[in-house]
């Protein structure tokens, strides 16, 4: 392993690493370390970047701190130090272009222009086509938009044998296809695992494109729904078989794309016992595994992955971790943004928010559990304006009257605003920009770096949701120029000012 420090400049902070820590950026005023070596948290990359205009780079997951003053890389590769970028956009500009380049190509602009629906909170582990088709009739019922609707987890046959339980799905097909004719495009879930007492198990062990132990027996991984073997996408034919699994969905019942759930990396205390396929000798390398799960993705119209190694630029849209129903900032609402401008950063452009009011298995499925109904309104506001936002908990069931429409109300701005979410998902493919942006990318070195609960949509649409419970005002930083507010004020920045947000309100402007 090499140590290489690097001094910290006057008004310098960083940004990097894994988007679960958003909510700690940027780094510099306080201590923070973090190994990329043996993360399981989320979307990362192996990248560093300032406000000033430098940023560290490296090929393979290293380990950094900061404290004291200095930022201290732990790593076993090459290092890659880039200075005179001037900002934090332009150190991310030649980052991106440098590793990882936008791909030119964008996901479905469905996924940009109307809300993400997926059947988890509403069904949990049993989905059936009657619950479906009801659901999505109830979408249309309740005035909300056809959109992308995600079937979550249990539609299948079995973990790894990947064709849909005709018990509760008889008709697949002619689903998809009606749902289609109403406006929805499809995703499935899918994951890395297959159950070991299946006979896809035995075939696949037979074919060698399981991951194995390094005495040839297959891995089995502990998982949130129990113990399965583990399909070896490090591996060139581990790979191609899950493809067309997934391939073969699409031909045959007309799926629009995935939801890769999982794809956890193997830490580093099994690395040594982990081997790969026959045709790959080689042991897994650090998140190498991750990587290759992610990869499994590019190619379709619709790809969501939960976790992800590098791969900015790509046409993938980064869901954040599970998040709680709660206000929390490192587990609830109070994370979205930071996260979400973390995840533009590591050049996650088409990032999503959890489902609103929070998607996270054993709390909102848990008997303790207690339903916020200013939180819901709240995380509707907030996630409004992400590139993608999703539902799960169905609103009208769980709110009335003018809760309701206040959520409908903020579906409306994401309605107005779909044509220009849409242009910057384009940009995105072409430039690599971030569609959600920190005031600080935007208007470098003007004392913004620690604006974290507002965002910018492109370069003029600011958006500041209210995060606290509560509140009926809060405070908004105006960058310089005039800036015309939804509800017909004009303000002239730069200013600190404090608005009027009740229960009613999202508040955004748009620069004149």
């Not at 006057?10 to 990097?16: C, I, L």
């Not at 990882?100 to 997926?118: H, N, R």
């Not at 299946?198 to 037979?206: A, E, P, V």
Request: glycine letters at 8%; aromatic letters at 12%; a negative charge.
């Amino acid at each position: 392993m090499t140590i290489t420090a690097l001094s910290r400049k006057p008004g310098e902070y960083w940004w990097g690493g894994v988007i679960n820590e958003g909510h700690a950026m940027p780094f510099g005023d306080r201590p923070h370390s973090r190994d990329l070596r043996v993360t399981d948290d989320n979307q990362a990359s192996p990248l560093l970047l300032s406000n000033l205009g430098r940023y560290v780079w490296s090929e393979e997951p290293f380990a950094f701190s900061v404290e004291d003053g200095t930022l201290t890389v732990d790593h076993a590769q090459a290092l890659v130090i880039e200075e005179g970028h001037g900002s934090l956009q332009g150190a991310y500009r030649h980052a991106c272009q440098t590793y990882f380049p936008p791909s030119g190509v964008t996901p479905d602009k469905l996924a940009f222009t109307a809300p993400q629906y997926c059947t988890w909170v509403e069904m949990f582990y049993e989905p059936t086509q009657e619950k479906l088709l009801h659901y999505a009739r109830s979408i249309i019922d309740n005035g909300f938009p056809p959109g992308v609707l995600i079937i979550d987890d249990n539609w299948m046959q079995d973990y790894g044998t990947w064709d849909f339980d005709k018990h509760r799905f008889p008709d697949p097909a002619g689903m998809i296809a009606s749902l289609h004719e109403s406006g929805f495009k499809i995703m499935l879930w899918v994951c890395p695992y297959v159950s070991p007492d299946s006979l896809t198990f035995r075939q696949l062990r037979d074919l060698g494109v399981l991951m194995k132990h390094a005495d040839g027996t297959p891995v089995l991984r502990r998982w949130w729904n129990g113990y399965s073997a583990v399909v070896d996408y490090t591996s060139e034919a581990g790979a191609a078989w899950f493809k067309q699994q997934l391939d073969r969905l699409v031909a045959d019942y007309a799926v629009d794309g995935f939801k890769l759930d999982a794809g956890e990396p193997i830490l580093p205390d099994l690395l040594n016992d982990v081997t790969q396929s026959v045709a790959w000798p080689n042991p897994v390398r650090p998140m190498e595994d991750c990587e290759a799960y992610a990869r499994l993705g590019i190619g379709y119209p619709l790809s969501e992955l939960r976790m992800c190694w590098k791969l900015g630029g790509q046409a993938l849209i980064q869901r954040q971790r599970d998040k709680t129903h709660s206000w929390e900032a490192a587990t609830g609402l109070g994370g979205l943004i930071p996260n979400a401008i973390a995840q533009g950063l590591m050049g996650y452009a088409y990032n999503c928010p959890d489902m609103v009011g929070g998607g996270m298995d054993g709390d909102i499925n848990s008997p303790h559990f207690r339903f916020d109904a200013e939180l819901f309104v709240r995380f509707v506001q907030c996630s409004a304006l992400f590139p993608a936002m999703q539902f799960s908990m169905a609103p009208w069931r769980v709110l009335s009257g003018d809760e309701l429409s206040w959520c409908m109300d903020a579906l409306r701005i994401r309605t107005a605003l779909g044509p220009l979410l849409a242009e910057l998902a384009d940009q995105a493919a072409e430039e690599g920009l971030p569609i959600l942006r920190s005031l600080e990318f935007v208007y470098p070195q003007q004392g913004f770096h620690a604006v974290t609960d507002q965002f910018m949509l492109g370069d003029a649409i600011l958006v500041a949701p209210v995060l606290v419970k509560g509140q009926t005002a809060r405070r908004i930083q105006f960058p310089e120029g005039r800036w015309l507010g939804d509800d017909g004020s004009v303000v002239e920045g730069p200013l600190r000012a404090e608005v009027s947000a009740p229960l009613s309100r999202l508040p955004w402007y748009r620069k004149i």
